[in-house]
């Protein structure tokens, strides 16, 4: 059972188009596999392959897709915590992937994250004052009398009690945990955070804690989020868009209401097909998209569209055309060759098409541009 | 379930009461003091081990025989040979009629100074070649081989070959007590590392893939500043571990190079060479073996405690149980 989640309060801008916070263009991240006695590199696990979208400032992009597509190799890769093997990222304005050392390190402080397992995620051996603090003492050069100010105040942002900073990891409950978590991510004020998988390690009822902590300080401190998870009801709560990943590709990038209500992509179709109906009546009626096989393994995709081998809609162009992501209707992306789009044409064009910014679909209002 | 109000926990409101004094943060040598001083274990060793290290210390100006005083009149030194406890002599004499007590207390100085510093060497270099070799990648191949090298060539040998070829000249440049001591000290030091290094690098490859030190890189930490804040506390256990058996090993090795007559001089008393001298005997008069062995246990073994003691201290998951 879900608790009661608030409702969005969010403050949108409807004024002129900005240019997108978040660039992504291309990205690929292969793992090289190395074979034999003479370690030879024999292939690549293809964890991420060529993936582009944009994040407008003060939005949410939801990323869902399910295990190993690849969905957590983006948001590392993104704030280049691995090395990803081709592409461009950027993050306002700046090129995250050819930055040299020492810029990146200044760049960091705009682009933090938020990782999946809270208990993971915090040194043990660290006090909630100390973990908080670290990004304080290697940025903001302040004295320890503003910076332990700071951490105060970053703790009473993220709701945990200013007793609390003496203490260590282990003597917190899980949501408190991530709370922490979120406290360091927010301490040298970024604009764009990666929240990779934040409520999967938590309890139900710790989850909506946490995502309405999310939600308020993206209201306060205008942030951007990139929110990865497998929980589709609780993207579907927090996102504006939604980008649906299957093996190491975007399938469908889509406003949220209007990816809920109508999905494009077969496999985001079946995917959100998934999703439980609380109401009993209606859920009696929903009507399930079983996919047939496995997940193909990502060191050796299909040729043509990764989906083809499950697709129920599979078609002969599929197993060997690779589609292209590209706008098929306003505001809605989809890499799919059941949609023909003049875009899929010109196909340099198309990737680089600026993605709209338009929440559009049913109750948010329409605003688009680039497009 | 009820109607939580979800949010309400996150308003700052919630913090606003009077603040009572916060206690800054504590200092975390207070933390681990306290538990350290709930380990009995390792109070008990802390206690023997100052102890030892006073009487050593101290002990020698107490009690003013010269330990390499032997007497020039040949039939007085016969007839004051292996004599048992007396009030002349509480821990006896030996086969020169030489006060044993006067020559544990020195003994004990040599024997702990090469203990200590040879396991200062050992954990040193094998922390640092493991950190090394777990963090970074490109270090790893050649470092571990360099460790393989190490741990494959036979010990004793090398440690005689290193004192013959370089025994003298060091010997000459800082005299000969100080000389041996440090030609010793890292004798022993850099053929003990290995497995220290091989431990850490296995618990840095661990602790590398945990997400904390991916946050901390998000953060932007460097990578040496990552390595001292976020590691090294981390790896610390089984380090402290190699330490305290380090110390062991260095006190026995020392009696063993002594005893093969690369080591101190034969008339230099240390506790591995009381033992060796003592084995002749060891029928006769057993108290020549047990004492300088006792000696050398007691230290051992509380050395041990406080590691032990240390290592819970340092845990605060442990700390405060």
């Known amino acids: 059972m879900l608790p009661m989640l608030r409702p969005r309060g969010r403050t949108m801008m409807l004024d002129a188009p900005a240019p997108a916070l978040v660039q992504v263009r291309d990205l690929k991240m292969y793992f090289p596999i190395h074979t034999g006695v003479l370690r030879r590199h024999t292939g690549d696990v293809k964890a991420v392959d060529g993936v582009s979208f944009d994040i407008m400032a003060g939005e949410t992009l939801g990323l869902v897709g399910e295990s190993g597509c690849g969905k957590s190799t983006v948001g590392r890769a993104l704030i280049r915590l691995y090395e990803p093997t081709a592409g461009s990222v950027r993050i306002a304005g700046d090129d995250i992937l050819s930055l040299a050392p020492e810029a990146l390190r200044r760049k960091r402080p705009e682009m933090q994250m938020v990782f999946q397992d809270p208990q993971a995620s915090l040194n043990p051996r660290m006090t909630l004052a100390q973990i908080i603090g670290e990004p304080l003492i290697e940025h903001s050069g302040l004295n320890p009398t503003d910076r332990l100010a700071r951490i105060y105040e970053l703790m009473d942002q993220t709701g945990l009690n200013r007793r609390f900073a003496n203490r260590y990891p282990h003597e917190f409950s899980g949501g408190q945990r991530q709370r922490i978590g979120i406290a360091r991510a927010l301490a040298l004020n970024p604009k764009f955070i990666v929240c990779d998988e934040p409520i999967a390690a938590l309890d139900v009822s710790i989850q909506a804690q946490v995502v309405n902590l999310l939600e308020d300080l993206q209201d306060r401190l205008g942030l951007t989020y990139l929110f990865i998870s497998h929980d589709l009801s609780m993207v579907r709560h927090i996102a504006d868009r939604v980008a649906v990943m299957y093996l190491g590709r975007i399938a469908e990038l889509s406003p949220r209401d209007a990816l809920y209500a109508r999905p494009l992509h077969p496999y985001a179709e079946a995917l959100l097909s998934a999703v439980p109906e609380p109401d009993p009546d209606r859920e009696g009626s929903r009507q399930r998209i079983i996919l047939q096989g496995d997940v193909p393994s990502p060191a050796n995709p299909p040729t043509g569209c990764a989906f083809c081998t499950r697709c129920p809609k599979v078609m002969e162009i599929c197993t060997t055309t690779r589609p292209i992501l590209a706008e098929v209707e306003p505001g809605r992306q989809v890499a799919c060759h059941l949609y023909p789009s003049e875009a899929r044409s010109n196909q340099p064009n198309s990737r680089h098409a600026a993605p709209s910014g338009s929440t559009g679909g049913g109750s948010s209002q329409h605003q688009q541009h680039g497009v | ?321």
């Open chain 2, 1 to 321: 379930m009820t109607d939580i109000k979800l949010g309400e926990v996150s308003k700052p409101a919630r913090n606003a009461e009077p603040v009572v004094k916060l206690a800054p943060p504590r200092s975390q040598a207070r933390d681990i003091w306290d538990q350290f001083k709930t380990h009995k274990g390792a109070m008990t060793g802390l206690v023997i081990l100052c102890l030892i290290i006073l009487a050593i210390l101290i002990g020698p100006f107490v009690w003013q025989i010269d330990p390499a005083y032997v007497n020039p009149d040949a039939a007085k030194m016969i007839l004051g040979r292996n004599k048992p406890p007396t009030w002349a002599h509480p821990m006896g004499t030996d086969q020169l009629a030489r006060d044993l007590l006067a020559r544990m207390l020195y003994g004990g100085r040599i024997s702990l100074a090469v203990g200590a510093v040879a396991m200062l060497i050992s954990v040193f270099i094998g922390t640092g070649i493991g950190v090394l070799a777990g963090y970074f990648k490109r270090l790893d191949g050649p470092l571990m081989r360099l460790t393989d090298l190490f741990l494959a060539l036979p010990l004793l040998p090398l440690l005689l070959v290193l004192m013959m070829l370089f025994g003298d000249t060091v010997r000459k440049v800082v005299g000969p007590e100080a000389g041996t001591f440090l030609l010793i000290v890292f004798a022993i030091g850099v053929t003990s590392w290995m497995s220290s290094a091989r431990i850490v690098r296995g618990q840095v490859l661990a602790l590398k893939e945990r997400e904390f030190v991916l946050a901390a890189r998000s953060i932007g930490t460097p990578a040496r500043r990552l390595i001292i804040r976020h590691i090294l506390p981390n790896v610390i256990s089984p380090v402290m571990v190699a330490a305290t058996l380090g110390i062991a090993g260095a006190i026995i090795t020392e009696s063993v190079l002594s005893f093969l007559g690369l080591g101190f001089p034969p008339d230099f008393p240390t506790w591995g060479r009381l033992l060796y001298d003592g084995v002749d005997y060891m029928q006769l008069y057993p108290s020549r073996v047990i004492l300088p062995g006792l000696a050398i246990s007691l230290t051992v073994l509380s050395v041990n405690y406080i590691g032990d003691g240390l290592r819970d201290a340092l845990d605060p998951r442990i700390r405060g149980r």
